[in-house]
C-alpha cells in the first residue's frame, strides 16, 4: 500500500477572518468549508483548497479565538511548500505579496514568507506529473496560481528515524538528504526533516497541528493492522464526515494521520456551495443554535466578485 501524498495540513490560528482574507483574497485558495473541531465543537474548522475540495490542496485551520503566535519546535511541521507552473509564476507571487506588505524572500526558484501569524510557506517550480490543484480567483491567472502541496518540513530530533520510519512503514521513498516522498497511483508529495533547533517548540497561532496523508477507504482497517504490526500505537478509524481518519505519530513526535479522498466536501450541498454555510456532522445538528452563536461570523469572500469573476 502506497500513500497517495498529503491529504491536508491542519493549523492553528487566532483570528479566523484574517485567516480567511489572507488565505482566500491573498493566496487565491478557496473557502471549501465552515465546520466544527470535532473534538471541540465551540472551536471553529475551516478548509481552504483548489476549486472543487480535492485532497493536495487542502489547507486547515482551527480557530482557538485570541491565541498567541507559536513556534514550531521538535515534533512539529514548520514549513508548508506548494507548487507553481513558472518562473513567471514566482515573479506574480514575489510581486502580489510585495503589493500586500508581506514580507518575502526569492532565492533562485523558490520564494518563502509568511503568513500573518507566522505559519511558513514556500513556493517551488512544479516539476512534478500530478494535476494540478487550483482554485478560480479574479485576481490570479489560471497559469500563475497556486497548484497544490509540493511537501512540508518538519522539526525533529533524530531526523534519520524519522526518515527510517516513514520509509519502512509507510513505504515511502527517499529522494535526497533528509526528504522522502510518499506517492500512491495519482499523486505524491514530500517530508522533509530537519534538526529541530534547541528552542522548544510552543503551540499557537500560525503552528501546524498534524499532516495528513491520503489513502482509499478501503484500505483504512489494513493501515490500522500495518500500524500495530508495527509496534505504532493509533487510534482506530475515526468518521470525521468528510473524510475518516487514523491519527499516530512517528518518532520525532510528528501528528500524522490518514485521511480518505471521500466523500468529501460536497456531500451536503453542491460544489457552487462550497464554503458558504456552517457544516454540522450529523450528531452535531441537534446543537447547532448553540454552536453558531459561539463562532465568528465569516462573510462569504466570494459575495461581491459578481457575475463571471470565476474561471
Do not use: C
Request: proline share 6%.
Amino acid at each position: 500500500m502506497r500513500l497517495e501524498g498529503i491529504h491536508h495540513v491542519t493549523a492553528v490560528t487566532g483570528d479566523v477572518r484574517r485567516n480567511v482574507d489572507f488565505h482566500t483574497r491573498v493566496l487565491g485558495l478557496r473557502l471549501v468549508a465552515k465546520s466544527v473541531n470535532q473534538d471541540d465543537p465551540l472551536v471553529y474548522h475551516v478548509f481552504y483548497s483548489d476549486e472543487v475540495g480535492n485532497p493536495g490542496a487542502d489547507l486547515t485551520f482551527f480557530e482557538y479565538r485570541g491565541a498567541v503566535r507559536g513556534r514550531a519546535g521538535a515534533g512539529m511541521v514548520h514549513r508548508v511548500i506548494w507548487r507553481v507552473a513558472s518562473r513567471e509564476a514566482l515573479d506574480f507571487w514575489e510581486q502580489r505579496l510585495n503589493r500586500e506588505g508581506i514580507a518575502r524572500l526569492r532565492d533562485g526558484d523558490t520564494l518563502h514568507f509568511a503568513d500573518p501569524e507566522g505559519l511558513a510557506h514556500e513556493l517551488v517550480l512544479d516539476s512534478s506529473t500530478d494535476a494540478p490543484r487550483i482554485a478560480d480567483h479574479p485576481q490570479i491567472p489560471h497559469e500563475m496560481a497556486l497548484r497544490g502541496f509540493d511537501g512540508v518540513r518538519a522539526y525533529v530530533s533524530d531526523p534519520a528515524a524519522s526518515g527510517e520510519f516513514v520509509e519502512r512503514v509507510m513505504d515511502a521513498t527517499r529522494r535526497e538528504g533528509d526528504t522522502w516522498e510518499l506517492r500512491g497511483d495519482s499523486r505524491g508529495r514530500t517530508i522533509t526533516y530537519d534538526a529541530a533547533p534547541a528552542e522548544p517548540g510552543r503551540p499557537g497561532a500560525g503552528t501546524v497541528h498534524h499532516v495528513a496523508w491520503g489513502a482509499p477507504m478501503a484500505q483504512h482497517a489494513t493501515w490500522v493492522d500495518t500500524l500495530r504490526g508495527h509496534r505504532v500505537g493509533s487510534t482506530d478509524v475515526v468518521d470525521r464526515h468528510y473524510f475518516q481518519s487514523i491519527y499516530f505519530r512517528e518518532p520525532g513526535h510528528v501528528l500524522f494521520e490518514i485521511a480518505s479522498d471521500g466523500p468529501g466536501f460536497a456531500r451536503d450541498g453542491t460544489l457552487e456551495d462550497l464554503g458558504r454555510t456552517l457544516i454540522l456532522p450529523p450528531w452535531y445538528e441537534q446543537d447547532r443554535a448553540r454552536i453558531e452563536a459561539a463562532l465568528t461570523p465569516i462573510p462569504d469572500p466570494r459575495a461581491d466578485w459578481g457575475a463571471g469573476a470565476g474561471r
